[in-house]
């Protein structure tokens, strides 16, 4: 009997294919053929009901956007062309950055820097006037009444002029201040007692003139709302205006660090792009490349270079302008206080008096007047020291000598009210010029300090201003350059994209 040859169908009935051999595969072939297979492969057990289509055992794990963005941008670094879109994207975005924050903290910078010479000095300059001028009103008003009933139309118009003045200062002053401030209760603070205080030297020299004791009384009243009440509150105006100006150039003067360190970051990241182009093409420059790094290093060196012409220039309009000047406002406010003193001496005659020590009392005002004059003395000393030029020594030097003098006039003067010569003591206070009076030397240590103020003022305008200067046009100018530069590195990198196309 004849067998058939194996592999073969039965005669009538089509042959079965035989499968041709797989060759040996990798491993990750040969799982994903095994993985097709399997997927092709029919399903044991029931089929489907009728109307649903058949699912798999195990669906796959659905993949978030991120794990997707972050195998593309895998799989682009492997290649050549991909690498280089990224170190485009990474460099104009360091660029970017750079200008963006050496724009954004420059402009508060200059910003800083423009309120201090136009701001905060100002009102804190003004906030010292009106302490100066409420002082000076109170020496005018205590020197006319005694003169009494021929007060000089200069002393009067000395107050008038002094009490006008406190007025427009206060107006500035709660023009420029915030709503509900400690600065704004201080200003309707001193709104609330200037026309009171005005009002009691109207009645003490109203009363003078006729003769009446009460007018000293009403003066020494007067002077005590000035001293204990008005007077604080302008110097505690004072402080808060030079705190504020304090502020401004803490905002000021700080290096822009941040800016500072993208800087060097974009510069290095521009270096190295350029090392591994001329490593891996041989080819010496690329344009872009260099235009950026042109383009970055003039704005990390302006941005250098400019801070640091302007903190030199604000560190010397403080030490040689606001120092200066808030030493000269102590020393002229305490002349002017001396001297308010020296006059209540007189018009007291003893009425008020302060226990120095178990053995020495002393005339309350002219125990004030001596603390007044140690203040003056160190103040000129200091402010002397702190000159840095003939020009700001020299005011200052004539106020000394005119002090000294001062000193020795009043001491006669006292001399003389003790020994019961109170018209010579008066004439040696308000006398004529025959009289060689303590007014003369007030008048010249006035006058000499404020001369020292306005050649300060002018150097702390000057050194004020060369500072914010120094920081013009350099936000705008960071911001285009970084553009460019940003601009130059995309078109740098997108020469050497074209190569591959």
Known sequence: M????????????????????????????????GATATATAPRSGPPSPPGRPATPDTAPARRTAWAEGVDRLRAAATTEPGRLRLIGAVLALLVVAFGAVTAWQMTERSSAADDVLHSSQPLSAGAADIYRSLADANTAASS???????????????????????????????????????????IAKLNKLLPEYKGLIERARANNRQGYPLGGAYLRYANEKMQQQMLPAAEDLYKRENARLSADYADAKPYPWAAIGLGVLALGGLFWAQRRHYHRTNRVLNQGLVAATAASAVVLLWLVVGHSVARAGLNSSYDHGVRSLNVLHDARIASLKARGNENLTLVSRGAETKQVSTTQVMDLYDYDFQQDMKTLTKGLALAEGIADDTAGKKPVEAATANMKVWKSRHQEARTADDSGDYQGALNKVIGSAADKPTGECFDGVDTNLAAALTHEESEFKQAAGNGRDAMSGLPAGAAVLAVLAAAGALLGIGRRLSEYR
Not at 3 to 9: F, I, L, M, N, Y
Not at 158 to 184: C, F, H, M, V, W
Request: hydrophobic residues 25%; proline residues 15%.
């Open 2 to 33: 004849t067998q058939p040859p194996k592999g073969t169908a039965p005669p009538g009935q089509p042959a079965t294919p035989t499968m041709p051999a797989v060759p040996p595969q990798s491993g990750a072939t040969a799982a994903q053929y």
């Open 144 to 186: 006319g009444f005694l003169a009494g009933g021929q007060e000089s139309a200069d002393t009067r118009d000395r107050y008038e002029k002094d009490i006008r003045t406190a007025a427009q200062g206060l107006i500035t002053a709660a023009a420029n201040s915030d709503p509900g401030s400690p600065s704004t209760d201080t």
